[in-house]
């Protein structure tokens, strides 16, 4: 059996056009909900775009809305809440600019500003460091990131107004692409400013780079889909091939291809690009690649004068990344048969007819991995906000759109409820309409996945001492723990690829079969319905699924005292452990099953092995002192 090339990419690597489109929507929704009052998040990078790329992060800009930067005093309407930059590029290269404080009620905001020629400028070191925290402690670049770098978070500043220094951007002649509505849209949007300064600069710390993310992600929308394919394949190229030889490691970046795609894009005819001439278009995106090191030029797409090479790439480094390149370059479109992904494909290819609808499974799946539970957490501080969200589902003419959304709003509906108190008994009209709302919350939430949700409700019945109610949505639980489905978060097998597929083909497509196949970890962001037995730490529990619901089940039989079934609820829980089921692969919800182990233990008196699963515990959070000094407290109780 044989494929062409543009047919291979769209079974095993990109996906199909529907699949892109799908990823973009996926994004959109995930911002929307993320968005409140002091803040708007954009999705970008490759998974922005709409790409999956393997060992790619997810890219979050978060442009702060109290913040303004005009390029004019005069254009300013001053609001008091708010705080307002100047734009200066007297003193930077083309793609930088410093911010010139005039005026701010915010506090930490002044005391991140510097002196320079007797005005007050804001530091992009200092701004940036605002933003580290216990979940996101590392600075890469313009960016925070978390300890695994699963996602960077970009905060930046927005001006509305398009900067002088790309002003010959909006009077280009009329190419055929982009169009012009799209050359409006970037220009409406205008710019934003990260906080990284030009390492050249005498003034690095106090400088800002311009930012042009949204208006290429607008751009990479516009792109048919074998300019997609085009780019994703150099970008196969220098991951997989070129970065991976060590004499050329990091001397090329993502940016550089994208911006050679821009030129040759502007330079082609969209008929151009079609599936039978993407080996043609790839080649000539190389070509040019090749040109741009021999020559030291790259202009920046949207500021010409910015040379992107300039002072980059010289000497030994040069002559080495051209050599490389150039014998690449003379294998013809062969050259990315040395990435392993694409070499491998025939392998894959025999074993599975036609897997590609899988890939929406690994995409959605890496999309909720992604900080979800910070992007989206505004949403249960402000009821104004949740409002919004429900109104934008119920006015969603889209179907696909309205069950993504329901998708994402029941995951938050798993926080939300947590951050409602309700007390175990009801005794006055307001505490039932909290127990009512509550529960309408919870219901909710059991759309976003087999398990979760129905045992997070079961801890809402135990904490009301309903425990026959919370045994009975136990047991359902564990009924839906088949091993025909899929724990969030681990790699698929192939019969598991298979089984996402002829749901996603047979049943109800993408989102809506999640809710049918995932199981997912239970979370407790708060303390709210976590059981009094395990508040010795408040917040931040993962537990598995199968193994909460045999701890819950033998904390309610403990409490009715049922001792033969509180025996037999602890052994299941035992061999739950012990043959890894429905585990995972993260170290939390592994170490949080041990510590619900040790709890139980202590409450039949068995004190030396509750000692020895804490022990345990604390053995695998060795790295996270906030959870570890507890946990030391309750390993030297069990011993006594």
Same mark, same amino acid.
């Given at each position: 059996?044989?494929?062409?090339?543009?047919?291979?990419?769209?079974?095993?690597?990109?996906?199909?056009?529907?699949?892109?489109?799908?990823?973009?929507?996926?994004?959109?929704?995930?911002?929307?909900?993320?968005?409140?009052?002091?803040?708007?998040?954009?999705?970008?990078?490759?998974?922005?775009?709409?790409?999956?790329?393997?060992?790619?992060?997810?890219?979050?800009?978060?442009?702060?809305?109290?913040?303004?930067?005009?390029?004019?005093?005069?254009?300013?309407?001053?609001?008091?809440?708010?705080?307002?930059?100047?734009?200066?590029?007297?003193?930077?290269?083309?793609?930088?600019?410093?911010?010139?404080?005039?005026?701010?009620?915010?506090?930490?905001?002044?005391?991140?500003?510097?002196?320079?020629?007797?005005?007050?400028?804001?530091?992009?070191?200092?701004?940036?460091?605002?933003?580290?925290?216990?979940?996101?402690?590392?600075?890469?670049?313009?960016?925070?990131?978390?300890?695994?770098?699963?996602?960077?978070?970009?905060?930046?500043?927005?001006?509305?107004?398009?900067?002088?220094?790309?002003?010959?951007?909006?009077?280009?002649?009329?190419?055929?692409?982009?169009?012009?509505?799209? !050359?409006?849209?970037?220009?409406?949007?205008?710019?934003?400013?990260?906080?990284?300064?030009?390492?050249?600069?005498?003034?690095?710390?106090?400088?800002?780079?311009?930012?042009?993310?949204?208006?290429?992600?607008?751009?990479?929308?516009?792109?048919?889909?074998?300019?997609?394919?085009?780019?994703?394949?150099?970008?196969?190229?220098?991951?997989?091939?070129?970065?991976?030889?060590?004499?050329?490691?990091?001397?090329?970046?993502?940016?550089?291809?994208?911006?050679?795609?821009?030129?040759?894009?502007?330079?082609?005819?969209?008929?151009?690009?079609?599936?039978?001439?993407?080996?043609?278009?790839?080649?000539?995106?190389?070509?040019?690649?090749?040109?741009?090191?021999?020559?030291?030029?790259?202009?920046?797409?949207?500021?010409?004068?910015?040379?992107?090479?300039?002072?980059?790439?010289?000497?030994?480094?040069?002559?080495? /990344?051209?050599?490389?390149?150039?014998?690449?370059?003379?294998?013809?479109?062969?050259?990315?048969?040395?990435?392993?992904?694409?070499?491998?494909?025939?392998?894959? /290819?025999?074993?599975?007819?036609?897997?590609?609808?899988?890939?929406?499974?690994?995409?959605?799946?890496?999309?909720?991995?992604?900080?979800?539970?910070?992007?989206?957490?505004? /949403?249960?501080?402000?009821?104004?906000?949740?409002?919004?969200?429900?109104?934008?589902?119920?006015?969603?003419?889209?179907?696909?759109?309205?069950?993504?959304?329901?998708?994402?709003?029941?995951?938050?509906?798993?926080?939300?409820?947590?951050?409602?108190?309700?007390?175990?008994?009801?005794?006055?009209?307001?505490?039932?309409?909290?127990?009512?709302?509550?529960?309408?919350?919870?219901?909710?939430?059991?759309?976003?996945?087999?398990?979760?949700?129905?045992?997070?409700?079961?801890?809402?019945?135990?904490?009301?001492?309903?425990?026959? !109610?919370?045994?009975?949505?136990? /047991?359902?639980?564990?009924?839906?723990?088949?091993?025909?489905?899929?724990?969030?978060?681990?790699?698929?097998?192939?019969?598991?690829?298979?089984?996402?597929?002829?749901?996603?083909?047979?049943?109800?497509?993408?989102?809506?079969?999640?809710?049918?196949?995932?199981?997912?970890?239970?979370?407790?962001?708060?303390?709210?319905?976590?059981?009094?037995?395990?508040?010795?730490?408040?917040?931040?529990?993962?537990?598995?699924?199968?193994?909460?619901?045999?701890?819950?089940?033998?904390?309610?039989?403990?409490?009715?005292?049922?001792?033969?079934?509180?025996?037999?609820?602890?052994?299941?829980?035992?061999?739950?452990?012990?043959?890894?089921?429905?585990?995972?692969?993260?170290?939390?919800?592994?170490?949080?099953?041990?510590?619900?182990?040790?709890?139980?233990?202590?409450?039949?008196?068995?004190?030396?092995?509750?000692?020895?699963?804490?022990?345990?515990?604390?053995?695998?959070?060795?790295?996270?002192?906030?959870?570890?000094?507890?946990?030391?407290?309750?390993?030297?109780?069990?011993?006594?």
């Amino acid at each position: 059996m044989s494929i062409s090339l543009h047919q291979y990419l769209c079974k095993f690597l990109v996906g199909t056009e529907n699949h892109v489109k799908i990823i973009r929507q996926m994004n959109t929704v995930c911002d929307n909900l993320s968005n409140d009052d002091i803040s708007v998040q954009i999705t970008s990078g490759s998974f922005g775009e709409g790409l999956q790329m393997r060992g790619s992060d997810i890219d979050v800009m978060l442009v702060l809305r109290f913040i303004e930067v005009h390029d004019n005093i005069t254009t300013i309407a001053f609001n008091p809440t708010k705080t307002y930059f100047i734009l200066m590029t007297d003193n930077t290269n083309s793609s930088f600019a410093m911010l010139r404080l005039v005026s701010s009620p915010h506090r930490r905001l002044v005391e991140s500003c510097e002196t320079f020629q007797g005005n007050y400028y804001l530091s992009s070191a200092l701004f940036k460091r605002l933003f580290l925290s216990e979940f996101c402690p590392v600075e890469h670049g313009p960016c925070v990131s978390d300890k695994h770098s699963y996602t960077d978070y970009a905060p930046c500043l927005h001006s509305r107004s398009w900067v002088k220094t790309a002003s010959r951007w909006i009077v280009k002649s009329n190419n055929p692409w982009p169009n012009e509505n799209t !050359k409006q849209m970037i220009i409406n949007h205008g710019v934003l400013f990260v906080p990284i300064g030009s390492k050249e600069s005498a003034n690095e710390k106090l400088e800002w780079r311009m930012s042009f993310s949204v208006g290429e992600k607008l751009l990479m929308y516009t792109f048919s889909h074998t300019q997609l394919l085009c780019y994703a394949l150099m970008k196969i190229l220098l991951k997989d091939v070129i970065n991976t030889n060590s004499r050329c490691k990091d001397l090329i970046c993502s940016y550089y291809i994208k911006t050679i795609v821009f030129w040759i894009s502007e330079e082609l005819q969209p008929s151009v690009w079609t599936p039978d001439n993407l080996i043609q278009c790839f080649m000539r995106c190389f070509s040019r690649l090749i040109y741009c090191v021999q020559y030291q030029v790259c202009p920046h797409y949207f500021i010409p004068e910015n040379n992107l090479f300039e002072n980059k790439i010289e000497g030994i480094d040069r002559n080495n /990344l051209i050599d490389t390149l150039s014998v690449l370059f003379s294998y013809g479109w062969r050259c990315i048969l040395f990435s392993d992904q694409i070499s491998d494909g025939p392998i894959l /290819l025999n074993n599975i007819q036609n897997y590609q609808s899988f890939l929406y499974y690994d995409d959605l799946n890496k999309l909720l991995k992604s900080s979800t539970s910070i992007r989206v957490s505004s /949403l249960t501080d402000k009821h104004y906000n949740f409002c919004r969200s429900v109104h934008t589902i119920i006015s969603c003419n889209s179907k696909k759109l309205k069950f993504i959304h329901e998708y994402f709003m029941s995951w938050i509906c798993n926080l939300k409820c947590q951050s409602i108190y309700v007390s175990s008994t009801i005794r006055n009209k307001n505490q039932y309409k909290q127990h009512k709302t509550c529960l309408s919350y919870l219901l909710m939430s059991t759309n976003h996945d087999s398990v979760s949700g129905w045992l997070m409700l079961a801890s809402f019945f135990y904490k009301g001492n309903q425990y026959k !109610k919370s045994l009975i949505l136990i /047991l359902y639980a564990l009924s839906k723990c088949t091993l025909d489905k899929l724990i969030r978060g681990t790699e698929l097998t192939a019969m598991q690829r298979l089984l996402v597929k002829w749901h996603l083909i047979y049943k109800q497509r993408v989102v809506r079969s999640l809710k049918f196949m995932l199981v997912d970890h239970v979370n407790f962001a708060t303390s709210a319905f976590i059981p009094m037995e395990l508040l010795i730490v408040e917040s931040g529990f993962v537990i598995p699924p199968v193994v909460y619901a045999h701890f819950l089940s033998f904390l309610c039989h403990y409490h009715l005292n049922n001792v033969r079934e509180c025996q037999i609820s602890l052994r299941d829980l035992q061999l739950t452990i012990a043959e890894d089921y429905f585990m995972g692969e993260d170290i939390f919800p592994k170490a949080f099953s041990k510590y619900c182990l040790g709890t139980a233990l202590q409450l039949i008196g068995d004190h030396l092995s509750a000692k020895q699963a804490f022990t345990e515990t604390v053995q695998i959070l060795h790295s996270y002192p906030f959870f570890i000094r507890p946990l030391k407290r309750l390993s030297m109780i069990a011993s006594v």
